[in-house]
């Protein structure tokens, strides 16, 4: 065989298996919670085949709407290629919101919420007497304020260790996210939605999930506290033929 005949079939070989080699990985497009970084999902493993893709938080627009918003959010995911979804608490209502101009292969929700029936007293409290209205601006931009409301109410750890959680405090993203997720009402459930949910969320009350993977003794740090068993639930979520 001449040396050009040899080069056509080199190229050719290198073709097909480029056509037929491994294939990319899919996209698992993660939203944390409320003030939080997505550093919250670092100890969280993927299984082969999946790749892990940060979304962090905006600054909101003066009256911009949650689906604005979740639109923004949304611009660099490669809708040209299979992706997931993944949020964490207020994340997991911003992917929900994505879900009306998305279409994610599965949608992973972690420690939050999905239907009306799974909405807290608490929300629906602050919902009816407005409460972002009756709160001082200047509250929502205190950084000790929040970060103190978090580990004396709800998480059972020093402020400094809390303060490493919550980075995300501008005042017009805090207000605003308090109001969007107090006030925020599921239309219908997402389709191919998986629930992750630990027995003892603070937050988003175990006994209110329907049908939830359950990581017992977990809380509404599960993603941070609870890594080894979200990564397991995800690799046998993954694994669910579709």
Sequence with gaps: ???????????LLQKVKSLFGKKKPIKVYFVSGMCNPCSVFDEIVLPEGYEKVYIEWLIPYEGESLNDYARRMAEDIDTAQPFVLAGYSFGAVIIQEMNKFLTPQRNIIMASMKSSEEIPTL??????????????????????FVTNVFSRILFDMPPEQVAALMVHTDPVYVRWAVDQITQWQPESESPNTYHIHG????????????MPYTIEEADHLMPV????????YLAEIFAIKQ
Aim: zero cysteines.
């Design 1 to 11: 065989m001449n040396n050009h005949k040899k080069g056509f079939f080199n190229n």
């Design 199 to 210: 027995t003892k969320d603070q937050i988003f009350p175990y006994k209110q999930i329907k």
């Design 123 to 144: 929300f629906k409290v602050a919902k009816r007497a407005h409460f972002v209205g009756f709160v001082p601006k200047s509250v929502f931009g205190a950084t000790k």
């Design 225 to 232: 506290t609870h890594a080894r068993e979200v990564s397991r």
